[in-house]
């Protein structure tokens, strides 16, 4: 028997996994010069000094040993904080669990509540990331295209819920959402809070971009309207408030008598994060909060000029953001955004990632990461602005 017969045993979960329609454009133009790179969820500021001495002194303290599983104390203690100051009330340390990013969070919440035969449902344009990791692990993820018009982008309450089926065992929530920037009302939380508890339902709650939210110092969550052993897994990471993207560290949250279950699992998967990078990690959490309203205050400079230039070439369709740092925005007369990505690159100069990437809701649409320095995005504004109008 031929070695290479063993490629026909691979699990269909695996080899069907979808490429990255954002990585195939950025594999495409990464290597431009001068091109101004706008395609990923990150902004262009280096982690901030005071974290990375953290860090450092970690490192040179000789913490390069296996660590808790759960997170050391310290930082698990610093999240419950950063929690009571951002939510004004008490968090116990043992709600929170370390993961080696918000990637594994997610994987692990879905190994906790979804397996093979089981459905979770996920409102799309969504990243697209947690629809590949549900399928990856053998269970469905049921899509429900939002939609888009004079009010932006919505989800029909009745539509998400008359997804839900026999087989179903999780709603995923993502808000502020990326790619749309649309985020959920108390009301709305409150709906799917209510349905999820009559059904019996575990909620899968994505609340990265809560404090990229533009009528408030955050945007409304979960926690405004959970009672404390609430089945809501929260996923959450360093990544975007901090400048830690490349740190891989992040954080579940979870009704505590779920902590050794997520032990396991953490230990079945990473065995642990670096006590190091943890260490970072409480710095960020500790003395970061200004770091947070500096990336704010440039997000939101840098959403102004975007979406004043975009509209005024009256060629686009688009809502202002209301949450996130992305511009999600359709082109007249280019319905094919892979191929438009492709044309930008080597056009403009501009990196942008495709909206089909973000599932089928998302098609004919372009998302613009606009969490940069605002001159660059200026510059950006006028790349784009004059490619759409010499391109009529």
């Not at 080899?15 to 001068?34: C, H, L, M, T």
């Amino acid at each position: 028997m031929s070695v290479y017969s063993a490629l026909h045993r691979l699990r269909h979960e695996a080899s069907a996994a979808p490429e990255s329609g954002i990585v195939q454009v950025f594999n495409y133009g990464r290597d431009r010069k001068g091109l101004i790179p706008l395609w990923v969820g990150e902004g262009d500021l280096p982690t901030p000094a005071f974290i990375s001495e953290a860090a450092g002194s970690g490192l040179e303290a000789g913490e390069t040993f296996y660590t808790h599983q759960r997170g050391i104390p310290e930082l698990r203690l610093a999240i419950a904080l950063y929690h009571e100051r951002l939510y004004g009330r008490p968090f116990d340390s043992e709600r929170f669990f370390v993961t080696s990013g918000g990637m594994p969070a997610i994987q692990i919440a879905l190994r906790m509540v979804a397996g093979k035969g089981d459905e979770v449902v996920v409102p799309t344009p969504a990243w697209p990331n947690f629809a590949a990791a549900t399928e990856i692990g053998g269970a469905r993820a049921v899509e429900v295209p939002m939609r888009f018009g004079n009010a932006g982008w919505t989800l029909d309450l009745d539509r998400y819920f008359d997804a839900v089926t026999a087989r179903t065992t999780a709603l995923f929530l993502n808000s502020p959402c990326n790619p749309t920037g649309w985020t959920a009302t108390r009301e709305e939380l409150v709906a799917i809070r209510d349905f999820a508890r009559e059904r019996g339902l575990w909620i899968i709650a994505d609340e990265v971009y809560t404090r990229f939210f533009y009528q408030d110092d955050r945007a409304p969550s979960f926690y405004d309207v959970m009672e404390p052993d609430e089945p809501i897994l929260y996923v959450n990471t360093m990544s975007k408030n901090w400048a830690m993207t490349g740190w891989r560290v992040g954080w579940m949250a979870a009704p505590s008598r779920y902590g050794q279950i997520i032990e396991n699992l953490i230990q079945y998967s990473s065995s642990g994060t670096p006590k190091f990078l943890q260490r970072g990690a409480v710095a960020a959490l500790d003395q970061g909060d200004h770091f947070i309203e500096f990336q704010r205050d440039r997000a939101t400079a840098a959403r102004e000029i975007i979406c004043q230039a975009m509209e005024a070439t009256g060629r686009v369709r688009f809502t202002w953001p209301k949450g996130a740092f992305y511009l999600f925005f359709s082109v007249d007369g280019e319905p094919d955004t892979r191929q438009l990505g492709l044309r930008l690159v080597d056009e403009a100069n501009v990196g942008l990632a495709p909206g089909d990437a973000f599932g089928t809701a998302g098609s004919g649409f372009m998302r613009l990461c606009f969490l940069r320095n605002p001159d660059h995005i200026a510059e950006a504004a006028d790349r784009l602005t004059d490619w759409l109008m010499t391109r009529k």
